[in-house]
């Protein structure tokens, strides 16, 4: 592939995102998500870094340092893209999209392992049960990138000169829901 992020062009809504994946079995729920989260992060990643067209097919390409999910979350922190707790719950995420894809046994959100995993979620928490939080958190995340993707030019401050950041963006970002779109049913 000549340009790493040409499969990533179109935009999603959230309305797409969110029809998508709920209308999935468990492990679908949990592969597409992943997926769809991935490829938001790695399009607010490649806006907020200065890259020419060959040293980003470098980071983002085959045998590139962001080429996985687990590197880009990482590298997402290291730019302050996202704070501390956004980014153990993204690792969340990643691992339990990771069990889904690479099990061939029946496998659901009742997964105690998965279970586990999605209780140590730090942003969302007892949102519906696993399947609920895996969703809610991967949703929420989806919705900040679309943000980071649309207006590339939003920065947050960088972590490192407040130590109590992760703290307060943590806080603001619980206490943050969705809005419903004027005019949109109550389902």
């Given at each position: ?6 499969a990533i ?13 709920t ?8 592969i597409?998500?992943g997926?769809i ?12 870094l200065i890259?020419d067209?060959v ?11 962001c080429e ?8 997402a ?6 704070p501390f ?8 995420i990643?691992k339990?999209?990771n ?5 061939i046994?029946p496998?659901t ?18 949102a519906g049960?696993p ?6 958190t991967?949703t929420r ?15 947050l ?5 407040d130590p ?9 970002f ?14």
């Amino acid at each position: 592939m000549s340009d790493p992020l040409s499969a990533i062009k179109t935009k999603f809504t959230m309305e797409e995102i969110l029809s998508e994946v709920t209308s999935q079995s468990d492990r679908g729920a949990a592969i597409i998500g992943g997926a769809i989260l991935e490829e938001l992060l790695t399009v607010a990643l490649a806006h907020r870094l200065i890259l020419d067209p060959v040293v980003q097919k470098r980071v983002f390409g085959t045998g590139g340092f962001c080429e996985t999910f687990a590197s880009k979350i990482d590298l997402a922190l290291a730019v302050g893209l996202m704070p501390f707790d956004a980014h153990h719950d993204l690792h969340i995420i990643r691992k339990v999209r990771n069990k889904f894809a690479h099990s061939i046994d029946p496998l659901t959100f009742e997964d105690q392992q998965i279970k586990d995993w999605l209780n140590n979620l730090r942003i969302t928490k007892g949102a519906g049960g696993p399947r609920g939080q895996y969703l809610l958190t991967m949703t929420r995340h989806a919705s900040v990138f679309i943000v980071f993707s649309t207006y590339k030019n939003l920065r947050l401050n960088p972590a490192v000169s407040d130590p109590d950041f992760p703290a307060h963006f943590s806080h603001e970002f619980r206490d943050w829901e969705p809005r419903a779109e004027p005019g949109a049913g109550s389902d």
